[in-house]
């Protein structure tokens, strides 16, 4: 982990805004492209990388699938169901994460968590130490110290 510099985060804001415009014109009209990972939280710590959502409505899911496997690689390391699929790009100036979702469904809470760690500091600061304290652990055992923490959180605003 590294924490967040004024680079990193002008670097994750020039390439989400490029990633955007791109997608924007191609993906259905009910598409909502977000910002979601510790580069878009101030103060957070992150491994460096980009994370998007990109929320549509269910109708739209096979569509926007089909727009963004055209483009990314799928993430072989996530699931994949009816309503969320994940996609990678390691070729960008940050490694790029895509997590396209249906709108209300059940993996529809990257925002919300994002959302939650904006606006309460203490959330963040307890965050912040989760990822120091997991720092330097197989990416596995982070991925399910960060999710525990993550389902927390989502409980909570429940």
């Avoid at 569509?63 to 699931?79: H, K, Q």
């Amino acid at each position: 982990m590294v924490a967040e510099t004024e680079g990193t985060a002008a670097l994750a804001d020039a390439l989400y805004a490029r990633i955007r415009s791109v997608l924007r014109p191609a993906l259905p009209p009910s598409a909502d492209i977000r910002h979601v990972g510790a580069t878009a939280i101030p103060g957070c710590l992150t491994k460096g990388d980009l994370d998007l959502v990109v929320r549509v409505d269910a109708a739209d899911f096979p569509t926007a699938e089909a727009c963004l496997a055209a483009r990314f690689a799928r993430n072989a390391g996530s699931i994949r169901t009816a309503d969320f699929a994940a996609f990678a790009d390691d070729g960008q100036p940050l490694p790029l994460g895509i997590q396209l979702t249906v709108k209300g469904g059940p993996f529809d809470v990257f925002h919300h968590f994002a959302d939650a760690l904006r606006g309460d500091a203490r959330l963040l600061e307890r965050y912040n130490t989760l990822k120091t304290r997991c720092d330097g652990l197989p990416m596995d055992a982070y991925r399910a110290e960060k999710a525990r923490f993550i389902a927390g959180v989502l409980d909570r605003l429940r």
